[in-house]
């Protein structure tokens, strides 16, 4: 409904029956997390009824943050689907930019495994389509590496993030901040 993939997770019989669902519904998910994909974000749910209420209670992990929530209501499906939009709200909040965070920035970096025209012209359609990047130039190249200079429309501290999401370069060396690989 609001455009997050969703998967289930994998867990075989024994490890269905590790899930101790009083620790769950206190919060303690730190095991289901684990189990998930917390690069892509893990939301566990568990509900209860009492009477003719629901009560649905979330924990979301995405991206390093935390949320926890409990909604009600007389019909499970309005309860979900609430919980559903708060969890869309709370990971596209901690992904928005900050307006003050806005502007006009420039950074340089190396991209190595350019072997070949066809993996030059990947990259560089990769970088001119990222939202983050407003223009792309091309500073120089040794055999298998370029120097870009990005125009950003935000602090280079996105980029590196944009990059992490998108699977596509990866750091070069551990720690490095302009100095990537392509994966083809």
């Known amino acids: 409904m609001r455009g997050l993939p969703v998967s289930w997770p994998d ?4 490890e269905l029956q590790l899930v101790d669902m009083r620790l769950v519904w ?4 730190d095991y289901l997390v684990e189990r998930g994909a917390p690069q892509d974000g893990v939301a566990i749910i568990a509900a209860r ?5 629901w009560t649905v209670r979330w924990n979301l992990a995405s991206g390093g943050q935390t949320w926890s929530w409990q909604n009600t209501s007389n019909e499970l499906l309005y ?5 559903i939009h708060r969890m869309a709200d709370e990971v596209a909040a901690s992904n928005t930019i900050a307006f003050s965070e806005q502007g006009v920035w420039r950074t340089d970096i190396s991209i190595g495994g350019l072997n070949s025209a066809a993996a030059y012209a990947r ?6 389509h990222l939202s983050l990047v407003n ?5 120089g190249a040794n055999p298998g590496r370029v120097q870009f200079r990005l125009q950003l429309n935000a602090s280079t501290e996105y980029l590196a993030e ?6 596509v370069l990866i750091p070069a060396s551990a ?5 990537y690989e392509f994966l083809p």
């Open 26 to 29: 206190g919060g303690f998910t």
């Open 123 to 128: 990259c560089l359609d990769y970088l001119q």
């Open 11 to 14: 867990l075989d019989e024994e």
């Open 175 to 179: 720690g490095s901040e302009y100095d």
């Open 135 to 139: 223009d792309v130039q091309v500073l």
């Open 162 to 167: 944009t990059f992490r999401q998108g699977l």
């Open 79 to 83: 309860a979900i689907a609430e919980g």
């Open 49 to 53: 009824q009492e009477g003719p209420q």
